[in-house]
């Protein structure tokens, strides 16, 4: 079927472009399959999500047997036991202070459950506060909430009467950290709420790394002034910066943590957010109006969880920190091919994320050069999205080298389209 005849309105594209929309069938590895047999390797993990491999044996396996015991549950009240295993390990392996655990089934949920969070804990101790710092050029996702903590621009125009005001702290740019953390502790000490942020990446903010010991000294001005830190690992977790989460490089431990994407592997749509005990014993009362109201219908959905729950057993059992490392090392070496390219600008890397900017030879070409980028992945059979002339690979961990190879064999003949 092609898009024409379809009555689907695809998120972020414009069908007035007629881009030719494929029909995938099937999932393996980092392969997309259509019916024909024809693949795309999936160079960025299908936006993000899919951290081991499409179609993990182990996972699919999972929602399997789970779909054949349970498959939904009301969770106002009521509990099962894929919640509880999955609840139970994630508290096992983040810090200590960090101990419970808000189901909902998006990354945009649990950024919107962090705030709601927040909020509600300085409303219940009595001390109501509602300003939230956010960073520059932040994505944090597409609801009204998460928009208006997010990078105000073209993709969120037409809301902007809605959004809330925020105060933003400029991103630490090479050079220019000492300003960032002098414009957040001047912000902190205007008593908000809570500074929320992407740890040590800035994903659809365009690639954007800062090192480790910022994000340690921003965690540090906002304990200092007894701001909430929120870490939204929703992109970062999982392994793709090299490490399980990008806060256990900077040693950090946030007060509330957002996690979503590769948390069930990429397979099922899953969050969580974990807070202290504090925002938790904050909310925990005989008086019902303290309740935490929020719920989704699919709160901890039974296979989404048990999906979740295999991801972590594979986690635990495989040599999943091998896979990165060695993603890592290739990325490094393919994106280290390049950068003396003169085409090629800012060449970056965090763990298996790789990340350039193409020099473009005038706006004009830079307008409109995602679009034509991503159709000249496509044909050679690369799905790749580029952020404007940002060009990134982040592929899921099973990739093999011979696939890494075609992805950046067509990222390297794309470089004349700047
Ligand atoms: C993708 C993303 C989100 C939103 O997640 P959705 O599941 O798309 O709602 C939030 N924060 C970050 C950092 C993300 O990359």
Not at 195 to 215: D, Q, T
Request: net charge negative.
């Amino acid at each position: 079927m092609t898009a024409s005849q379809s009555p689907i309105w695809h998120p972020f594209t414009q069908h007035g472009l007629g881009d030719t929309i494929p029909l995938i069938a099937r999932g393996e590895g980092a392969r997309l399959y259509d019916a024909n047999g024809h693949y795309w390797i999936d160079a960025i993990s299908s936006w993000w999500v899919t951290t081991h491999g499409h179609a993990h044996p182990r996972i699919m396996a999972a929602i399997r047997d789970q779909s054949e015991k349970l498959d939904q549950l009301i969770f106002a009240g009521w509990t099962h036991e894929p919640a509880e295993t999955l609840a139970a390990e994630l508290i096992r392996i983040t810090p200590d202070p960090l101990t419970r655990v808000f189901f909902s089934d998006s990354g945009s949920t649990s950024v919107e459950v962090a705030l709601k969070m927040a909020l509600g804990y300085w409303y219940n101790i009595g001390e109501p506060r509602s300003r939230i710092l956010v960073l520059e050029h932040s994505y944090h996702g597409d609801t009204i909430g998460t928009m208006s903590v997010g990078e105000r621009g073209v993709y969120n125009r037409a809301w902007q009467p809605l959004l809330f005001d925020v105060d933003t702290v400029p991103f630490p740019h090479e050079g220019m950290e000492r300003a960032t953390l002098d414009a957040l502790e001047a912000a902190c000490s205007k008593k908000p709420a809570a500074f929320i942020v992407e740890p040590l990446i800035l994903g659809a903010g365009g690639m954007l790394i800062y090192p480790a010991w910022v994000l340690a000294e921003m965690r540090a001005i906002c304990s200092r002034h007894n701001v909430l830190f929120i870490a939204d690992e929703v992109m970062t977790g999982w392994g793709r910066t090299g490490t399980r989460f990008a806060c256990d490089q900077a040693g950090v431990i946030p007060d509330i943590v957002c996690l979503s994407k590769g948390l069930t592997g990429g397979a099922m749509p899953l969050a969580v957010t974990l807070c202290i005990e504090p925002i938790f014993q904050a909310h925990w009362s005989t008086d019902r109006a303290k309740t935490f109201y929020h719920s989704s219908s699919y709160t901890a959905n039974p296979i989404a969880c048990a999906a979740a729950a295999a991801n972590l057993a594979i986690w635990r059992d495989e040599p999943v920190q091998h896979r990165i490392d060695t993603l890592a090392d290739a990325q490094g070496a393919h994106l280290s091919m390049l950068a003396h390219d003169p085409r090629v600008e800012n060449p970056r890397r965090l763990g298996t994320i790789a990340a350039f900017d193409i020099a473009a030879r005038d706006a004009g070409y830079l307008s409109n050069l995602a679009p034509r980028l991503i159709a000249f992945y496509r044909d050679r059979g690369v799905l790749l999205r580029p952020l404007g002339n940002t060009v990134y690979v982040m592929p899921p961990y099973g990739i093999t080298p011979t696939d890494l190879a075609q992805v950046w064999d067509a990222i390297a003949a794309s470089l004349d389209m700047g």
